[in-house]
């Protein structure tokens, strides 16, 4: 069964910057594509940020240049490194793993950028 498990969140003032964690028990993440979604209150699901098995990454244009994402296959484990936090990145933050038409999502972690 797969399973990912979020974490990192919190409450950080605009400028500052947090590190998501996404741990996968269970399976391999370099065999999916992996993808950081967030939603914020009241407001659709976007696509953040994208890691290919090959490590090709793809990014939304309002997160270019502010967000990271990564993959270490030694921990399992892919991150979303966000720096230069503003108040419209407060959202649900979620990780996806996608493969032949299979999505699979952790529960969330919330971030809140605010003063």
């Known amino acids: 069964q797969v399973q990912l498990v979020e974490s990192g969140g919190g409450l950080v003032q605009p400028g500052g910057s947090l590190r998501l964690s996404c741990a996968a028990p269970?399976?391999?993440?370099?065999?999916?594509?992996m993808t950081w979604y967030r939603q914020p209150p009241g407001k659709e699901h976007e696509l953040v940020a994208t890691?290919?098995?090959?490590?090709?990454?793809n990014y939304a244009d309002s997160v270019k240049g502010r967000f990271t994402i990564s993959r270490d296959n030694a921990k399992n484990t892919v991150y979303l490194q966000m720096n230069s936090l503003k108040p419209e990145d407060t959202a649900m933050y979620y990780c996806?793993?996608?493969?032949?038409?299979?999505?699979?999502w952790g529960q969330g972690t919330q971030v809140t950028v605010s003063s």
């Open positions: 890691i290919t098995r090959s490590r090709t990454t």
């Open positions: 996806g793993a996608h493969d032949r038409g299979y999505d699979y």
């Open positions: 269970g399976f391999v993440v370099s065999s999916y594509v």
